[in-house]
């Protein structure tokens, strides 16, 4: 069978007429059966879609022929089957949120560092390097040494940047992230406040674990990636991890073993902060999911979906 191609891209551009992008980038998926999101704004573009090779090749093509977006670059993996329900082509404020005004990728940014380049800035005694990643995704994986900010959300970067570093005290910061958007923009952010010399892995972990070999890798865990494969590998290859419905924090086998894992509605990660109305709520989802199930219906994906209004 036929693996499905998933193609992550993203790219900061001036866009001022996106809006206009959006009906025609949505149809050009749709006709060609490619599930996924992407996200326009007037920063750029940024998403990750799924399907056939053939498919996925007239989708970057179509993006490709406007000419902001001609020389984009993406990265590919494989799955066994497509890791999205829908496609959904959204407009934004922007393609990866900060929330910090002024902060221009295309005009100010960090150093890339290509992966064969990236082990040596960790064993760097003089480089800070900082996974830039939610703590949910740096528990599962991170590169040996690096800093985990602890935070929940990408808005708290900048403030955890600006309590934790001064730039006349760091030599130098070299920051990741998984496919190289958040940290392209947190380099951004650091230059703006007068750090000096600040890289940023060129194409994310996710390029990293494509290149580097196993035997050379400085990679220790999965990759947290934001599908229905939940996490992937050296190589590439899906992880073993799933994923709780409840909290949406990727889970272990142990984590599955719990008594507090319940399936669609909670895990160890979640059970203890859910409220009542929450956990109803999700028991019914789950409910309504299994009773689908049984009678060979489809509760969730594009079948589902052309069934009810388009939300664009």
């Known amino acids: 069978m036929e693996k499905i191609v998933v193609a992550a891209l993203y790219k900061f551009v001036e866009l001022p007429d996106f809006e206009k992008l959006q009906p025609k980038i949505r149809q050009v998926c749709l006709d060609n059966q490619i599930r996924g999101t992407l996200l326009l704004a007037q920063e750029g573009i940024n998403g990750t879609i799924a399907g056939s090779r053939e498919g996925i090749d007239t989708v970057l093509a179509h993006i490709r022929s406007h000419e902001p977006f001609a020389d984009l670059e993406h990265k590919e993996s494989f799955a066994s089957k497509n890791p999205f329900y829908r496609m959904k082509v959204r407009l934004k404020k922007e ?3 900060m929330g910090v005004e002024d902060v221009d990728p295309t005009n100010l ?3 890339y560092v290509e992966p064969e380049d990236w082990n040596a800035l960790l064993q760097d005694p003089n480089v800070v390097v900082i996974d830039t990643r939610n703590s ?3 528990n599962i994986g991170t590169f040996k040494g690096a800093l ?3 935070i929940t959300t990408f808005r708290e970067f900048p403030q955890y940047l600006k309590e934790n570093f001064k730039p006349e005290e760091t030599p130098a910061v070299a920051m990741f992230c998984t496919g190289g958007i958040r940290c392209e923009k947190s380099t951004s952010y650091a230059k703006s406040l007068g750090f000096k010399t600040v890289y940023h892995l060129k194409g994310g972990i996710l390029k990293y674990l ?3 070999p196993q035997e050379k890798s400085l990679w220790e865990g999965d990759c947290f990636v934001f599908d229905n494969r939940v996490a992937v590998t050296q190589g590439l290859e899906e992880g073993s991890y799933d994923q709780c ?3 949406r924090h990727p889970i272990s086998k142990a ?3 719990s008594e507090y894992y319940i399936k669609g509605v909670s895990c160890p990660h979640c059970y203890h902060t859910q409220t009542a109305k929450t956990r109803r709520r999700a028991y019914e989802r789950q409910k309504q999911i299994e009773l689908a199930k049984s009678r060979h219906e ?3 994906g594009m079948d589902a979906q052309k069934k009810q209004p388009s939300a664009f």
């Open 95 to 97: 393609i990866v949120t």
């Open 109 to 111: 940014v960090g150093t």
């Open 136 to 138: 949910y995704e740096v």
């Open 148 to 150: 985990n900010p602890r």
């Open 210 to 212: 494509e290149r580097i």
């Open 245 to 247: 419905f409840g909290c």
């Open 255 to 257: 984590d599955i073993a």
């Open 298 to 300: 489809i509760h969730v």
